[in-house]
């Protein structure tokens, strides 16, 4: 086989076989096929695509690549959620502890940020001394310990993938759904759930900007996971603004933390638990989604679902004193209250330029080796279709140092239009796909 | 700027800028970008295409990227030729030696064989001693003395086209229009002509399938070419079958000293004597193409063009004697005559299959490593439009062991179709474009 004739086959618009597939991963892994290549080849797929049939085998040999943990030693369902990525996207921190108080087992491998987007294990560390290294065996203790368990990729899952991702972030080829689904579906595969629910974001702060390219990617998100014996629903949601109204690792965590104890943010709260439901419904505890909120609620409101994530979080080494220490208010030295110039509508609060300030002011990373300033962020005191007057605040942004602000502040101001009337505002849940 | 950036640009059908084209270039040259990202960027390009202003703009800072040499003190025309490569296709060894008996100076840079083409240097190389690796001073003096120098590409004329070139061979990126015409004339440009006459093949045996992206590449070559201030011609020529009838390195060089000394191989001369002709044009020798190839013919049949070609084989270290010995017919170990297994007209001769068959034979490399095997190769007996009788030969295939022709009968076998009828000829001249 002929790692060139591969290339071209794609280039071509040509469908490759398992056996090309597997000669260009494989070949890849064990440094026959350059880098180089691979990248010539991601840039192919990205115009060219590839068939369910290609995808399915990409992703098989992607996962086969590295080891796959066995949870079956573990009697219970074990159901993970994965989202696509956004802006105040911060369900899993709910959503593992709520499961688990709900006796479902939630083994949740999770990424960092990316770009606009920020990523759970940030989050998690947040917390002083949270631990998201384990291995394997550890991993498979505190699951069956806790209910839950949420750690970073381990090099030996899907290192093929690791491998890919790592070329395609530094050579535009990240937004391709082929590459997308076998990236998130090769790691998904290996953690050992047997349900999956993805939560799909669609809107500006959304990875994939094209809408009908996020209808296909749920779709197929569905549809191979299924191929692998794996239960899964995709919930298409708004992510035109920013879920929730805090932004930032530690102010989501915080975020996350009020919720459990009771607070009404209502969007991050319907969608966590229409996502919460969905994992009811698959892991059989919930006759249909409906069902499954509706109990996903009521873990909330007892205070189940915060108790298991302080369990969660004292097991895995975080400072369960700080979490509770609400006297100690986590704010970075600067402060800046961004106020209405006019009177009216919130008709925007664009998700992608939140999501950029709120990386200008540290809570993100502009290159890999950036260090992350976990209190700093943005709270938003109003949301689309919220009325407001002449100088009230919009939203307030938090950082270490003055500069980060005026940087930020250019971005909060082209994500927010205000407009003399309010707008109809967009379906929080778009679609759910089965 | 941002490489990353830069990439997704023209993913997305965006046209750069000088500056970003030259970050790109300048960028690749200090080790910034990578090759892995230059790669990608390479298929975007091949996707997306570059409009003529992106051409010129990448062709001028490859060319800049290296030495570009100046033959001001020679005092006459410079003129040179190109071809985009093709199966028997050896008009340079006649060109520079019949121009530079009519008084023209011909400065010329070959490469090598690539794929199922052949290249001048491997074909000069055939003759023994014959040197292609000269410093610039010795290149100008031997231009000087002689009237015409035949060397390769030296590491200090671009030297981003020579790193690109290499990248592009592994990555399914050769066929793109701005990546063939910008590595053509950053070379060309480089290499001190005043004036430049391209061979542009139209058919199997061509590098670009597409005959209207030929037709393209074609006008592109001259109008890039007029805007450095260079003169340009641009023939069209078929290459659906072999040119001549030799194809192997020393069996060319072989044929183009038999046309040189009196042999009547029409094809040959004919292209052959339109590109002299367009030349003579050029160096204001001829008042047109057609007047230019009577002079071309006449510099043939006087013995002149074969006097300087043995004064340049001299110059150039070659073995005179080799090419002298006419009763020492250099053939291989192996040879094998294939022949016809009915009767009647060849009516397809795939230059294309033929190629191969050549490769096969040892006449090319099909990995960068390969050693070529100078005598082997193909002599065709027959050419489309030939009457064939039952058993009669078609052509004979020459190599060092048995195997290598077992290899090559299959694409020989796959190249030949033998008709009813005779079929009518194409033209061998499509198109002149200046």
């Known amino acids: 086989m002929n790692i060139v004739e591969i290339i071209k086959k794609k280039r071509n618009g040509g469908k490759l076989t398992r056996r090309e597939i597997s000669y260009l991963i494989h070949g890849y892994l064990d440094g026959e096929v350059a880098d180089y290549q691979i990248t010539a080849f991601l840039m192919a797929v990205y115009f060219r695509g590839m068939d369910d049939e290609e995808t399915i085998n990409l992703t098989e040999i992607m996962l086969n690549s590295g080891d796959i943990i066995d949870l079956s030693r573990i009697k219970g369902v074990k159901v993970d959620k994965h989202s696509t990525g956004g802006v105040g996207d911060k369900t899993s921190l709910i959503l593992a502890p709520q499961l688990a108080s709900l006796g479902v087992f939630v083994p949740m491998i999770s990424g960092r940020g990316l770009g606009h987007t920020g990523g759970t294990l940030d989050k998690l560390e947040s917390i002083p001394g949270f631990r998201i290294n384990m291995d394997v065996e550890e991993y498979k203790k505190t699951l069956e310990k806790v209910g839950c368990v949420m750690i970073g990729q381990t ?30 579906l090769s790691k998904k595969h290996a953690e050992g759930a047997e349900a ?18 996020s209808e296909k990617l749920a779709k197929q998100l569905v549809s191979v996971s299924k191929k692998f014996g794996t239960k899964a629903i995709a919930v298409l949601t708004d992510m035109n603004q920013p879920l929730g109204n805090k932004i930032g690792n530690w102010l989501e965590t915080e975020e996350c933390i009020e919720v459990m104890k009771g607070k009404k943010v209502d969007d991050l709260l319907k969608v966590n638990n229409v996502l919460a439901g969905a994992m009811l419904l698959l892991a059989g505890k919930a006759k249909d989604i409906d069902e499954g909120e509706i109990i996903a609620g009521q873990a909330i409101d007892n205070g189940t679902a915060y108790n298991k994530f302080l369990e969660m979080v004292e097991v895995q080494d975080g400072d369960v004193s700080y979490i509770k220490d609400y006297k100690n208010l986590k704010r970075p030295a600067h402060s800046h209250k961004f106020v209405s110039e006019k009177e009216g509508y919130i008709t925007k609060l664009d998700a992608f330029n939140i999501g950029v300030a709120s990386v200008e002011l540290g809570a993100g990373r502009k290159t890999a080796e950036d260090k992350i300033d976990y209190l700093s962020g943005i709270i938003l005191s109003k949301k689309c279709g919220d009325k407001v007057s002449h100088g009230e ?3 307030e942004l938090f950082a270490e140092n003055e500069d980060r602000i005026i940087n930020a502040k250019e971005y909060v101001k082209r994500a927010i239009e205000i407009g003399d009337e309010k707008k109809s505002q967009r379906k929080l849940i778009i679609d759910i796909i089965d």
């Open 393 to 395: 605040v919009i939203c």
């Open 196 to 213: 999956l629910v993805f939560d799909v974001k669609i809107g500006t702060g959304a990875n994939l900007q094209d809408e009908k390219e």
């Open 155 to 184: 090099t030996k899952i899907a290192p093929a993938d690791k491998k890919i991702y790592a070329l395609r972030d530094v050579t535009a080829t990240v937004d391709s759904l082929p590459l997308i689904i076998s990236s998130i």
